[in-house]
């Protein structure tokens, strides 16, 4: 059964560092940003901010579409996407469910300050995975986010990744 990892964080978290990762163990990546960015650019710079969402929403589509055509032909595959939302993280693990899939949630926690400090590193860059986030943004993310909770089959990732790849292995074994 193919594992769907579903990883949950606030920007800056750590989200497409992991992707990549397990991208590299054979997984097939799929990232909401960089499709976002390769269609309309860079966000702030070639569209304005406030049109972000309309941008980002067939992009989502067309992401769930590939995902489940993914685990319906047996790969594994790890979103690279924030799903701050309990409800976006269970319409993502019934598709993937209903797709033949195992879905697993991969948490990446992380404190403001912490985030902060990644932040205005990434700020500086110009990629796709480089949104600008300003102190307020953050705060606000936060105010909007559902952190996991335990009846979410949750793999809480703190910066190993060997550990975090037996812990999927783990999962797929039962």
Not at 33 to 51: A, F, S
Not at 57 to 80: C, M, Q, S, W, Y
Not at 106 to 112: E, K, N, T
Not at 124 to 147: G, K, S, Y
């Amino acid at each position: 059964m193919p594992l769907a990892v579903l990883l949950v964080g606030l920007t800056g978290s750590g989200k497409t560092t992991v992707a990549k990762a397990l991208a590299d163990h054979g997984y097939i990546r799929l990232s909401v940003d960089e499709e976002v960015h390769r269609l309309h650019g860079r966000y702030g710079v070639d569209y304005p901010e406030h049109t972000y969402f309309e941008r980002e929403r067939p992009v989502v589509e067309a992401t769930r579409e590939r995902f489940i055509k993914e685990i319906e032909a047996g790969h594994d595959v790890v979103l690279d996407h924030g799903l701050w939302r309990r409800s976006e993280r269970d319409a993502w693990r019934q598709a993937a469910s209903e797709a033949g899939g195992h879905p697993l949630v991969v948490y990446l926690p992380a404190d403001r300050e912490e985030l902060l400090r990644r932040l205005t590193e990434r700020n500086q860059r110009e990629d796709a995975n480089a949104l600008t986030v300003t102190p307020e943004a953050l705060d606000d993310f936060f105010d909007r986010f559902d952190p996991p909770t335990d009846d979410e089959e949750v793999i809480v990732h703190i910066g190993d990744l060997n550990a975090l790849v037996n812990k999927l292995s783990a999962a797929r074994q039962g």
